[in-house]
Every structure is written in structure tokens, then in C-alpha cells.
């Protein structure tokens, strides 16, 4: 990616910590307790770039896409567009905001209203925003449903949600997405309920509309072989924390941080005689509530020493990408 790209987002000490509930003990105390489901993450997307944010769930990744929309309030830190901090704005500054950025969310069971046809699932951004006359809303739903493939237009305008299948279903979604022509699109794992042949289809419809419609991406997946296919960066969170970030072939070559090796590790080989050598993580990802001391990753790290244990690292350049780890 060139340097000379056009910053779209600058997301800056970004943090996110919803309040637990608490107990009648923590409230005779006064002990409040917090969800860090985000905590102090900063990164860049440009213009006509992807960038992959991965981790396992309960990393923060939807958390992160829900914030830098502004479809939740941050606790600290800036999401700057433009240089303008969104994270300050109104919601009646945000509604003009957003026929510049759009959301593709992960279920196009859940995300689509079984009770509308596609022609008004697509058409709606339309009718709100009110950026073009009524009487070209046609025009623009027909030219959205076939630039996602969804042929004959004026076939699938006319149905509902329930007579098409997941990978329609996710197409719609995503000329809902692309009706306002936006500059910024954020995909929450698009193609994870889909089998493997729509999976692909839909990841290589990505690529194609990025550079058709010349707009940024932020995707979010929890598959790596996924994020080299279609990024051009990679982001590598872990427990709200990012913990490598850089070039996605650089990256994936050669990962610095051990939570991205093991990730890398554990992606199946093509050829039965490659042989890989295997990082097991041991144990599930932990509460964002009770973090552990040092770093976080340390308590499943097979590579963790004294010093992992007792100060947290931050990210620092190391052969060519953030790294957030105190190995060399």
C-alpha cells in the first residue's frame, strides 16, 4: 500500500469498557468492575485499501467495527474521517456521516426484515438519507442488485428475504451497503455462515466492488487464509489488545508475536507432506474482566518469561511491523 494514500479512518487510543453488573458485596464496597472489550487500539485505513482485523471471539473485533461507526459510544479516544473526530459528533451530524461508510454484518438471516422485498431492503438507506429524487430510486436499487450479481435485477427486487438463499441473502446485504455509493465499508465476518464454494464467491465479489466503487475496507474475520486472500494489512487483536500489525504477506510469512503464530500454525496445509510446526494454545481466551497481569496473552504463551508476566508490552516496531511482545 502506498504511503501516499489518503487516510479515510485514524482510530487513536480507542477504548471501549462496558460496566458490570454488580453484586450486593461490590455495591456495599463500591467496587465497580468493567468489560474491556476494546482497550487503547490505534490504526490507519486508507483509501482503496483492506485491512483484516483478526482474533478469536471475544477478541474485540466487532466491538472495534461497531465503534469506529459510531453504532456505540467510546469510552476514550478519537475516530477521526477525514481528520474529523466522529467520536464527538451528534447523531444528527453522524446520520449525514453515514452514506459515506456502511456496515455488512455476519447474518444476512438476522440482518434483512423478512417482512420487506429486497427492492425496499435496498432502496431504504435511499428513502432516509434522501440524496437522490424518488423517481431515481429504481434506477439505482436495479444497477446495486446487479453489480452483486443478483440477475435478473427486476426478478429478485419483487422477493423476500425467505426466498432467497444465505449467499443472495448476503448479496442483498451488501447492495444495501453499496446503494449510497460509500467511501468505507466495514464487513463483520460476511462469508462465515456460508458454505465453502459461496464463501469464495462472496470474498471474490469484495474484491471486485472495492475496486469497482475505489472504496476502503475494514474486514472482519477469525480466518487468517481469509484475510491473505483479500487484505492488503493486517490487524491481530487479542483479548481488546492489538497485538501485530502490518503487511498481510509479511505478516503471515512471518509472524513476530507468538498468539499470530500459533493462529498461523494452525491453519491446515493443502499438501499432506508439508510439515508445519504445530503451536498448541492451551486453554480458552480469558474474561475481559479480570485480565491478567503483564501480558495478556502470557498464561496461554508457550514462549512467556519472567519480564511477559509482569510488564505489558507495547507495540514496537520489529523487522517490519508492530509487534506487541517482548521477544526480539
Not at 451528534?90 to 446520520?95: I, M, N, T
Not at 519472567?306 to 511491523?321: A, D, I, Q, S, V
Request: with cysteine; net charge neutral; aromatic share 6%.
Amino acid at each position: 500500500m502506498s504511503t501516499k494514500s489518503e487516510v479515510i479512518f485514524k482510530v487513536k487510543s480507542l477504548k471501549k469498557w462496558f460496566t458490570t453488573r454488580r453484586g450486593l458485596f461490590d455495591s456495599l464496597t463500591g467496587k465497580q468492575e468493567y468489560v474491556r472489550a476494546v482497550d487503547n487500539i490505534s490504526f490507519e485505513i486508507c483509501k482503496h485499501e483492506v485491512v483484516c482485523m483478526v482474533g478469536e471471539s471475544g477478541s474485540g473485533k466487532t466491538t472495534a467495527a461497531r465503534l469506529i461507526l459510531r453504532l456505540e459510544d467510546p469510552t476514550e479516544g478519537q475516530i477521526l474521517y477525514k481528520g474529523n473526530d466522529i467520536a464527538k459528533e451528534k447523531q444528527s451530524e453522524l446520520r449525514k456521516l453515514r452514506r459515506h461508510m456502511q456496515m455488512v454484518f455476519q447474518d444476512p438471516y438476522e440482518s434483512l426484515d423478512p417482512r420487506m422485498t429486497i427492492f425496499e431492503i435496498v432502496s431504504e438507506p435511499l428513502r432516509v438519507i434522501k440524496i437522490c429524487p424518488r423517481s431515481e430510486i429504481p434506477i439505482r436499487v436495479m444497477k446495486a442488485l446487479e453489480d452483486v450479481g443478483l440477475i435478473p435485477a427486476s426478478d429478485f427486487s419483487i422477493r423476500f428475504p425467505h426466498e432467497l438463499s444465505g449467499g443472495q441473502r448476503q448479496r442483498v446485504s451488501i447492495a444495501r451497503a453499496l446503494i449510497l455509493n460509500p467511501e468505507f465499508i466495514i464487513a463483520d465476518e460476511p462469508a462465515s455462515m456460508l458454505d465453502a464454494n459461496t464463501r469464495i464467491e462472496i470474498l471474490n465479489l469484495l474484491l471486485d466492488l472495492q475496486v469497482r466503487y475505489k472504496m476502503g475496507i475494514l474486514f472482519i474475520t477469525h480466518d487468517l487464509a481469509q484475510a491473505r486472500y483479500l487484505g492488503h494489512r493486517i490487524i491481530i487483536l487479542y483479548l481488546g489488545k492489538i497485538v501485530e500489525q502490518g503487511e498481510v504477506e509479511l505478516v503471515i510469512k512471518s509472524p513476530h508475536h507468538p498468539y499470530t503464530k500459533a493462529l498461523i500454525s494452525n491453519i491446515p496445509v493443502p499438501d499432506p507432506e508439508a510439515k508445519r510446526e504445530r503451536i498448541e494454545i492451551e486453554g480458552e481466551i480469558p474474561t475481559a474482566i479480570q485480565l491478567p497481569p503483564g501480558c495478556r496473552f502470557s498464561p496461554r504463551c508457550p514462549y512467556a518469561f519472567e519480564r511477559c508476566k509482569e510488564e505489558e508490552p507495547e507495540l514496537m516496531m520489529k523487522h517490519g511491523r508492530l509487534s506487541a511482545c517482548w521477544l526480539d
